[in-house]
């Protein structure tokens, strides 16, 4: 239960994440001479790199697109999340704070990239889908100067991992002493029944079943 609670909070964060970063790109000045800026500016850094001002003006179509998905996959684990016992409330306030005050900075700078690929692995190596040794492989980050996969440091993914329940845990309290009620009250009333998940959850969560087809390949 706790390795599919944490899963489900590191994919809604991770969906909140790139909901919100499409929508922020349409809101920025989006013509040839910015674009350029762009692409100089990168190119300065990784000067190994073939770029085109192309690539930096973006469709505004494409990119409401992916925020509405986005949006969908976000409610998607918050489902999953409320079907696991953590309101709806809690995990979109959960999201604001990191987002917003850095409060789990690995989760902030890439752990939003990474994290779901490892609480996937955990998940998928309890359920005996998988090795602990193909669980272990998954447990790098790529570098973004070389594209190289590195292994982590399981210590940080574990101070992570105390971090994200415990700011889950105070804003639980916070909310449940906002609604007068005791914090099991208030989880219990916002839980999402059996019956209207339609299922065991993960298995019926077609975002996950779409990692599972990639890990597979």
Wanted: glycine residues 2%.
């Amino acid at each position: 239960m706790r390795v599919l609670r944490l899963h489900a909070i590191v994919r809604a964060y991770s969906a909140y994440t790139q909901m919100e970063l499409n929508r922020e790109i349409m809101l920025h000045k989006n013509d040839w001479n910015t674009a350029e800026k762009t692409k100089c500016l990168i190119e300065f850094f990784f000067p190994d790199k073939e770029l085109k001002v192309e690539q930096f003006i973006y469709n505004q179509n494409e990119l409401s697109e992916k925020a509405l998905d986005f949006h969908d996959e976000f409610k998607s684990w918050i489902s999953v999340a409320e079907f696991l016992g953590i309101p709806e409330k809690t995990i979109t306030a959960f999201c604001k704070n990191v987002d917003k005050t850095c409060s789990i900075f690995r989760l902030k700078s890439t752990g939003h990239l990474h994290y779901p690929t490892y609480f996937n692995a955990i998940y998928r190596f309890l359920d005996g889908k998988i090795t602990k040794e193909d669980m272990m492989k998954s447990f790098v980050e790529y570098s973004v100067f070389t594209g190289k996969a590195t292994p982590i440091r399981l210590s940080w993914l574990r101070h992570s991992v105390i971090e994200i329940e415990k700011l889950i845990n105070e804003i639980i309290l916070k909310q449940a002493t906002r609604s007068g009620k005791s914090t099991d009250e208030f989880i219990k009333e916002s839980q999402l029944p059996e019956e209207k998940f339609a299922g065991v959850p993960f298995e019926n969560n077609k975002y996950l079943q779409r990692d599972e087809k990639r890990n597979d390949e």
